[in-house]
């Protein structure tokens, strides 16, 4: 299909890119991502994934945004105070790029939006900042056997991994990792424990360079690996992740199971 003159200016940087080109091109302009959360994480996320060319592009988040989210959620400004983060992610989204669709999810992420909407995305990223969340996006995406691309951020130190791709014969998730939800006040949220503000952006740039390789297929995909990174040290390490003997049996199998389990009070 012969391509518009916009559509080669717009993305020919990267189209004359060794080992991308056009074929690469046309992966982005075909993929449907799924970005849950619209925060330090999911701003930078999105900003890329649409300047980068992403075909479909689902938002959700049901918060309002504070003036407290300034700091690191980057698409906002003081005047959106008050107004739903997708929404508003949105609107400034289509004037970054009007050849992408966006479709914006002013809502929480629960089972019945997950079996609903998951299956019509290729790839789901979290960029949540509870475990309630993380662990049924995890749950769902195993069952629904989508890709995952994982990021978390706490004060000066952030994390990615990308779950549930098969490499060498291998696939884990986030259960794998982390098995068992901490328990209540175990671990700080940012709004307990604070975050610097250009922390999420290094994270969720990250994140979003895994969902455009997981598309293409360029690089190495940080598969069966969780990648740490310390800002105050400016250091990055890997560790591999193995299957853990309680994945399994503490995660539900089934969609029915899915469907019945608490995880507000599973991770409370």
């Known amino acids: 299909m012969e391509k518009s003159k916009e559509y080669i200016l717009r993305y020919q940087r990267q189209i004359i890119l060794n080992g991308f080109g056009i074929e690469a091109q046309e992966k982005i302009t075909s993929a449907k991502v799924l970005v849950i959360g619209a925060g330090g994480l999911g701003c930078p996320i999105l900003q890329y994934l649409v300047a980068v060319g992403v075909g479909v592009l689902g938002v959700v988040d049901n918060d309002q945004i504070t003036l ?16 739903n983060k997708a929404i508003t992610a949105t609107q400034k989204l289509i004037a970054q790029n009007n050849l992408v669709k966006i479709n914006p999810y002013a809502q929480h992420c629960n089972q019945t939006f997950a079996l609903e909407i998951f299956p019509k995305y290729d790839i789901i990223v979290d960029a ?22 994982f990021g978390a951020v706490s004060q000066f130190e952030g994390q990615v991994a990308v779950f549930n791709v098969i490499k060498n014969g291998q696939s884990f998730n986030y259960r794998d990792l982390f098995p068992v939800p901490p328990k209540s006040n175990e671990v700080l949220s940012c709004s307990e424990g604070g975050v610097l503000g250009v922390l999420p952006g290094i994270i969720g740039m990250l994140q979003a360079m895994e969902v455009i390789k997981l598309i293409t297929g360029i690089g190495a995909l940080l598969a069966n690996e969780l990648l740490t990174y310390n800002a105050l040290r400016l250091e990055y390490y890997k560790m591999q992740i193995v299957q853990h003997p309680k994945s399994e049996k503490n995660r539900p199998t089934t969609l029915e199971a899915f469907t019945k389990l608490n995880y507000e009070w599973l991770c409370n």
């Open 68 to 83: 407290s989210n300034l700091n690191r959620q980057i698409l906002f400004g003081q005047e959106d105070i008050g107004k």
């Open 128 to 149: 949540t900042d509870n475990f309630a969340t993380r662990y049924l996006i995890n749950d769902a995406c195993v069952l629904l056997k989508k890709p995952l691309v």
